[in-house]
């Protein structure tokens, strides 16, 4: 099959229009037109799961934020045939958004001032836990916050009993209930209040496996779940044994970008062409083309089957998920639609497919430089470490990022930035050697990884923005982090 000239512009247009920069929040959840429901994904609502575990933009605060509205809910219960969210009541124990949206999480300044008054942290969650389920035990607790949490501490028994009522309520009336915990880097501005609050948050949530029909959702970033001191309490293996790992896989991006394409009414004709093509029937409202094989021979009538006139450049089906990949061999779904919307819109438009070779390499530059802003959402510290190693050249000896560092003294700037996130979690350790602790910071979080002993590597996601070289890599633009 080749596609005709108006099923290219009319392809081209709505990729090029994508908006890959929409994200969502706990309190502020995806379209359902926009979410996408990845079946591997699916793990992270089983009620019997606590703890997910993802990297950035891998969709922990998607499915936070699915969870806890109502509609998102009841169709994320229908597309994955989990009829119990159906009657399932949750709210949110700890959000992003805590100090600015009313609801029983505590904000971060309340947070840290029950801290300093030497209240236990699995006691303040304790008590978020009997406010978010008051309507259950009809009970008449404190409303205010820190007389509760002073309330749960000397009167154990009668809260666990509250607790009991509420469990019972909810099974005599056939419902679930779910706290979730997102966005657990702002629990508060350094780790030593986040660690506590952390823990205090994981312990709860073990505690609750003892009732029938209450459960906490503690969705945890990759670089915390790697820092020990937070599980540091009695069963925690209980938890991790039976974590979910929030992965992109490559038919699952491809299969984003295809519902991309199925449900604009722009594009959906020109799909319908391609899903007959590969697949052999007509294109329904829920079909998907999940086969590797037809999503290769479908992208291929889009971009063209090579990144060049023959294979030993690589396929694009593959090359785009290869150096789209940070060190776990992760790719997210914004890298991969920013790589997609930049090919079709470069000035050079191929004529025979709707994207080329050519456009993919941009669209990979692009990403990169979007991946770090993303990346320094979460991380406001990145982008110093990864400005001090331009020039540098990658596989190389992880002696040259650490004497870079100690030149242009990084552990010191980045200590001195303003922002209310928390430096790298790996710094806060006691050392004298923080340079080799930032290593360690970035391979938690997939930025580098180590190909042996003695060399270390940057994946391009992140190697392109950052200015450094690679034999045979994609090339890095000529663009100024400052913008000018």
């Known amino acids: 099959m080749k596609l005709e000239d ?30 996408y ?17 993802g990297n950035r933009g891998t969709g922990k605060s998607v499915w936070s934020g699915a969870l806890a509205n109502e509609d998102t809910r009841k169709d994320v219960a229908k597309r994955y045939s989990y009829d119990f969210l159906k009657t399932t009541e949750v709210e949110l124990g700890f959000h992003q958004y805590a100090a600015e949206v009313d609801g029983v999480a505590p904000s971060p300044k309340i947070l840290s001032r029950l ?36 309330w749960v501490e000397d009167n154990p028994s009668k809260c666990e009993a509250l607790l009991r ?15 979730v915990f997102d966005a657990l880097d702002r629990l508060g501005k350094s780790w030593e209040e986040i660690r506590p609050l952390t823990r205090g948050i994981l312990t709860l949530a073990l505690g609750m496996q003892g009732y029938s029909c209450m459960r906490a959702k503690v969705f945890m970033r990759t670089d915390q779940y790697k820092d020990s001191t937070v599980f540091a309490f009695p069963d925690a293996s209980k938890l991790t044994a039976t974590k979910v790992e929030l992965r992109w896989h490559p038919a699952e991006l491809y299969g984003l970008f295809f519902q991309q394409l199925h449900k604009n009414p722009r594009s959906e004709s020109s799909f319908a062409k391609i899903y007959k093509a590969v697949a052999g029937m007509s294109l329904r409202a829920y079909s998907r083309i999940e086969d590797p094989d037809e999503q290769r021979a479908a992208f291929t009538l889009i971009a063209g089957e090579y990144m060049g006139s023959d294979h030993r ?6 090359w785009i998920i290869d150096h789209l990949a940070d060190a776990f061999q992760e790719t997210t779904p914004r890298s991969f639609l920013v790589t997609l919307q930049r090919a079709a819109s470069v000035r050079q438009k191929p004529i025979s497919t709707v994207i080329d070779h050519h456009g993919i390499r941009e669209g990979v530059q692009s990403a990169s430089e979007i991946r770090v802003e993303q990346l320094s959402e979460d991380y406001p510290w990145i982008k110093q470490v990864l400005t001090d190693l331009a020039g540098l050249e990658v596989p190389c000896s992880p002696d040259s990022f650490v004497a870079r560092w100690r030149e ?18 790996e710094l806060s350790k006691s050392s004298s ?17 180590y190909r042996t002993e003695i060399k270390i590597n940057m994946p391009d996601i992140f190697r392109v923005a950052a200015r450094i070289k690679r034999r045979g890599g994609v090339k890095t633009p000529n663009f100024s982090r400052s913008g000018k």
């Open 433 to 449: 050697d923080d340079e080799s602790l930032l290593l360690d910071s970035l391979k938690n979080i997939g930025v580098i990884e």
């Open 408 to 425: 242009r003294k990084t552990v010191t700037e980045i200590n001195e930035i303003d922002t209310d996130l928390p430096g790298p979690v």
């Open 313 to 318: 450049r690589g396929r694009t089906y593959t």
């Open 6 to 35: 108006h099923d290219i512009n009319h392809l081209r247009t709505v990729i090029a229009g994508f908006n890959p920069g929409s994200s969502s929040a706990a309190t502020r959840p995806l379209s359902l037109d926009e979410l």
């Open 115 to 150: 801290l300093k008054r030497g209240f236990d942290s699995e006691s303040i969650w304790t008590a978020v836990l009997l406010k978010a389920t008051k309507i259950y035990s009809s009970a008449r607790i404190k409303s205010d916050f820190t007389e509760l949490v002073e």
């Open 37 to 53: 429901t990845p079946l591997t994904h699916r793990a992270a609502l089983d009620f019997e799961r606590s703890l997910i575990v």
């Open 165 to 179: 009522k509420a469990d019972s309520s909810l099974e005599k009336q056939g419902k679930k209930f779910i706290l």
